[in-house]
């Protein structure tokens, strides 16, 4: 017997419990994209593609076969990994943040201060 098979049969023999067998349609999601660390911005793109592609099947599909469900969650898992460690952006405080948001949306200090009911001391 070969070593993987060795291993592989030492892993059914220890996985042996109440668990269900893979379903045919995660099988098959797996063989189109495989459940590993994503490494390039072509694998990002793709992984985000198919995350839409799924969120709306289950969205409009009445019975979604939970094993997708499960495919879903550890597929964006892996995207969530990749952005963490690409897209690493410096800690911004609060005031930075609110300023931030403030020029986004068009907003004074004085706008803001009508909002919340008295001046903030905000950006000089």
Do not use: W
Not at 4 to 14: V, W
Not at 26 to 48: C, G, M, N, W
Not at 102 to 110: F, I, N, Y
Request: net charge positive; glycine share 2%.
């Amino acid at each position: 017997m070969s070593k993987i098979k060795k291993l592989i049969q030492s892993i059914k023999e220890e996985t042996k419990t109440n668990r269900t067998k893979a379903s045919s349609t995660y099988l098959e999601l797996v063989k189109l994209f495989p459940l590993q660390s994503i490494r390039t911005k072509k694998d990002h793109r793709i992984a985000l593609s198919i995350v839409e592609k799924i969120i709306t099947f289950i969205a409009t599909d009445k019975n979604p076969d939970e094993e997708i469900k499960i495919y879903l969650k550890t597929l964006s898992n892996l995207i969530s990994k990749y952005e963490e460690l690409k897209f690493k952006s410096d800690a911004v405080n609060g005031k930075e943040m609110l300023a931030y948001l403030m020029k986004l949306q068009g907003l004074t200090q004085t706008d803001l201060a009508k909002e919340v009911g008295s001046p903030l001391p905000l950006c000089s």
